[in-house]
């Protein structure tokens, strides 16, 4: 009897090649031919899952999204547990900002990928939704979490506060991922800890993520 194959488990594995394919080579390198090769699959195959590299392209880049927000919501709960404001509330914070940066083998694919992705939405209109959705939903958690350190009250300041944010966890990953030697996870925390500490933020240190 042939082996019944599972849909989402076979686009997982697509999906997984294209991220092994983008962290070794870089995005322009993917192509269904690569893919396939890189899984171990029939170019019909993977096309019976793809119509296209874009639709391909896109189904990865909603993968990457979805796994860096999973992670995000998990920590948010944890944050929400305690009193905002408090040092517990901070320590937390940070253990949530970590979940952005390559700190770990899982956390540096999907900072690779998720940053491929970004840059190449510039170009790609295919990918704008993905984008965008990803910017809104990471910017909504920052924003929450922003809210719960500072007494600010006004919306414009608060999206200042974390758009700044954003940028400070893009760039150290970018980082983290170029000098890696150096930017260690201890280094990392260390300067999310400073940049909170400008927020108004209660002082004391917790572990890094």
């Not at 194959?5 to 999906?15: N, Q, S």
């Not at 269904?32 to 993977?46: H, I, K, N």
């Not at 990918?127 to 719960?148: K, N, P, T």
Request: include cysteine.
């Amino acid at each position: 009897m042939p082996k019944i194959v599972d849909p989402a488990e076979r686009r997982k594995d697509i999906v997984d090649a294209v991220f092994r394919i983008i962290c070794a080579d870089g995005l322009e390198r993917v192509s269904l031919r690569e893919v396939a090769d890189e899984a171990g699959l029939a170019v019909g195959s993977v096309r019976h899952y793809f119509a296209s590299s874009d639709e391909m392209l896109t189904w990865s880049f909603a993968a990457v999204v979805d796994r860096v927000i999973s992670r995000l919501d998990a920590s948010l709960v944890d944050v929400d547990a305690v009193e905002p404001g408090s040092a517990e509330y901070r320590t937390r914070v940070l253990a949530l900002l970590c979940q952005f940066l390559p700190l770990d083998e899982e956390r540096a694919v999907d900072s690779c990928v998720w940053l491929a992705f970004k840059n190449a939405a510039r170009i790609k209109p295919t990918l704008g939704a993905e984008a965008d959705r990803s910017h809104r939903r990471v910017a909504a958690v920052i924003g929450h979490v922003i809210s719960g350190l500072t007494d600010r009250e006004d919306d414009q300041g608060l999206v200042v506060q974390a758009e700044h944010l954003l940028a400070t966890l893009d760039g150290l990953a970018m980082h983290a991922l170029l000098q890696s030697e150096w930017m260690s996870a201890q280094v990392c925390h260390d300067v999310l800890g400073r940049h909170l500490d400008g927020l108004g933020a209660p002082t004391g240190r917790g572990n890094p993520g």
